[in-house]
């Protein structure tokens, strides 16, 4: 309806959100302007369902897409490659978030300093806290700061990182710019990202193969962490994702176009999660005790999307890509 701005599904959902308890949360977001439902959703939450990637079998298949290795993470994998032989550099982070992150850069890389940025003024907070119990504070710099306001000189950084939380941004093109403009001649924009669908809006297709695989796990997999109900996999509505979350998934989409735009690839890592992500949504907590039959259904999910992705049939909508400064830009 309307280009999926409303759909049939808004309704059921606003009702178990009520018979769950999250009456109030509904009624701040409905009160609150677009920055304001931003920062309530980054706020602590209630009970939510254990998400896809915290399941610790898709964490090691993700290690395995970004690095070769299921049992070495990003973190340890960039730094040896890239950082190993550099001193004294300087970074920063975009939506450090309380700045877990951050920490592990500075345990790994030689930084004069990081910087992070982030919108709520909690996480900031808890970053600073956090970043002086470890020790840090004396790198690690963090302040609440939009970066499209800041004022940051031309050639600053060696490198920028950017960990899942590009595609909350928007406009996306004159933030790139912006990046770009920042980085020194040799710098790196290191972005590991959701980079499917804007909104959520899954392709017919993707929706289809979801259910498929979902429809393929015995019952006791199918059930909803928090009310054990038994869900089909759906597209939210756009007014949905807006009243949730304003941010998410905004210009997603878009990422990937404006990275190869302004940016040369010194490694393109696709991640797929077409599937998995949806075909998980709610009922990770399932899959966390893994036994014969829960690494069994593990195998057989990851055959299918990956078999699906070589084919053509799904993108993939994660990666992991390290940019290069254009020297033409």
Avoid at 134 to 147: C, E, N, P, Q
Avoid at 207 to 229: C, Q, V
Avoid at 298 to 311: A, G, H, K, Q, R
């Amino acid at each position: 309806m309307f280009n999926n701005f409303v759909n049939r599904h808004d309704f059921t959902r606003f009702l178990w959100g009520l018979r769950h308890g999250y009456g109030r949360t509904i009624l701040r977001r409905l009160t609150k302007g677009k920055v304001g439902r931003v920062k309530e959703a980054w706020k602590k939450k209630k009970r939510r369902a254990t998400a896809w990637w915290e399941l610790p079998a898709i964490n090691r298949r993700i290690n395995k897409c970004m690095t070769g290795d299921e049992n070495i993470g990003q973190y340890i994998y960039l730094s040896r490659k890239y950082f190993s032989d550099k001193k004294g550099l300087r970074g920063l982070s975009l939506g450090c978030g309380k700045g877990s992150r951050e920490r592990i850069w500075a345990g790994l890389v030689d930084f004069e300093y990081l910087e992070g940025f982030d919108i709520s003024d909690d996480s900031i907070k808890t970053a600073k806290e956090e970043a002086t119990i470890a020790g840090l504070d004396r790198v690690l710099r963090y302040r609440t700061a939009d970066i499209y306001t800041v004022d940051i000189p031309e050639k600053t950084y060696d490198v920028i990182f950017v960990d899942h939380a590009l595609h909350h941004f928007s406009p996306l093109e004159p933030l790139i710019q912006k990046i770009s403009s920042s980085l020194k001649n040799d710098g790196l924009f290191i972005v590991n990202e959701y980079v499917g669908p804007t909104r959520f809006q899954w392709t017919d297709r993707q929706l289809e193969l979801a259910n498929h695989l979902r429809g393929m796990f015995p019952e006791e997999y199918r059930k909803h962490d928090i009310d054990g109900s038994i869900k089909k996999v759906i597209k939210p509505s756009r007014l949905s994702m807006i009243m949730k979350d304003p941010s998410e998934a905004i210009e997603s989409e878009n990422i990937m176009p404006l990275l190869k735009k302004y940016f040369d690839f010194a490694e393109y890592r696709p991640c797929a999660g077409a599937i998995l992500h949806l075909a998980f949504e709610g009922i990770g907590g399932n899959f966390l005790n893994e036994d014969e039959t829960t690494k069994k259904l593990f195998e057989m999910s990851f055959c299918l999307e990956d078999t699906l992705t070589e084919i053509g049939e799904v993108g993939s909508d994660y990666a992991l890509v390290v940019c290069q400064k254009r020297k033409s830009i």
